[in-house]
């Protein structure tokens, strides 16, 4: 019996619990995505004007290009650049490993040393470097080698030591050698410092902990870059043109300043380029996979 005076009210009836429907009987629509194959069709027309151009506008002479694309001197000017390409390389990371340890000192000197010819040698522009070195007789007519600030107990002649290759490569693996002490240094500081403490507490000797701790880890961030440096400098071999050196580009340019076909061996001299780069980029993709064992990617 209620004590009130309202009426009484009636409970509302429990939620009524729906049948599952047949998930099985619906149709499933993608989502329709119109402006994306708007764009791969435009995308598919462009692409085939520009390779039926290739193919049909004389201007490209490609019976030139294969003349010219497997000729002697075309090999002997890829060798030149290959060989530029491997010592500017080999002897600018060997100085950049040097550099890059020398900044992560904790000698004030050796951190100055190494960060002013850093500065110094990204500062200065490539072909500026070059001229120098290719220029040193001018200089120097000899270089001695004794007690410092003594007397010398044999000397060279410059201009029979530093050639126009030797100045070449100096110039290219010097410059090379400041970046890639940027690139290793970087890496370095990429791996966590309490391994390198975990494994001080172990006893690790130090020179085991950089070769089996440290490099292998770095490894992993120094690939990318070094491997962009090594393509960049294989493409800036072309700026020792200006020394006379017969390597790629040069003889493109003789050959094309003798008989005229201009574009057909830029095409050959692009060819070499791209088939090189793509070589060195299956290999950069190999070494960073066996690098990257171990690795959640």
């Known amino acids: 019996m209620s004590l009130t005076s309202d009426p009484p009210v009636d409970e509302a009836p429990p939620p009524t619990v729906a049948e599952p429907e047949d998930y099985g009987a619906l149709k499933v629509v993608p989502v329709r995505h119109p402006w994306r194959w ?63 340890f020398m900044r992560l000192s904790t000698s004030p000197f050796l951190t100055s040393v190494a960060f002013t010819y850093i500065w110094a040698f990204r500062s200065i522009p490539l072909i ?7 220029n040193l007789a001018y200089l120097y007519k000899e270089l001695q080698f004794g007690i410092p600030f003594g007397p010398g107990f044999f000397s060279f002649d410059t201009m029979g030591l530093v ?6 490569v100096l110039g290219l693996a010097l410059h090379q050698a400041a970046y890639a002490a940027e ?3 970087g890496g370095v500081l990429a791996v966590d410092s309490g391994q390198l403490e975990a494994a001080a507490a172990l006893g690790i000797p130090r020179l085991r902990r950089l070769r089996r701790i440290v490099l292998p880890q770095a ?16 493409k800036g071999t072309s700026i ?31 060819a070499w380029y791209i088939l090189l780069t793509t070589v060195l980029s299956v290999l950069q993709h190999y ?11």
């Open 183 to 185: 690139i290793v240094r």
């Open 240 to 270: 020792v043109s200006v020394m006379a050196i017969g390597e790629l580009f040069y003889q493109i340019q003789v050959i094309y300043g003798r008989n005229g076909r201009v574009v057909p061996l830029l095409m050959v001299a692009t």
């Open 219 to 234: 490894m992993r961030s120094i690939l990318p870059s070094a491997a962009n440096e090594i393509v960049s400098l294989f």
């Open 287 to 297: 070494v960073e996979r066996h690098f990257a064992k171990g690795a959640t990617r």
């Open 128 to 134: 500026v470097q070059l001229l120098f070195w290719f």
């Open 163 to 168: 050639g126009a290759m030797s100045a070449a």
């Open 38 to 100: 708007a764009a791969v069709a435009a995308t598919a027309i462009l692409l085939a004007q520009f390779l039926h151009g290739l193919a049909t506008n004389p201007g490209w002479e490609w019976d030139v290009f294969a003349q010219f694309f497997t000729a002697e001197v075309i090999l002997k000017a890829v060798w030149i650049t290959l060989q530029l390409t491997f010592y500017g390389t080999a002897i600018g990371f060997a100085l950049g490993i040097v550099l890059a």
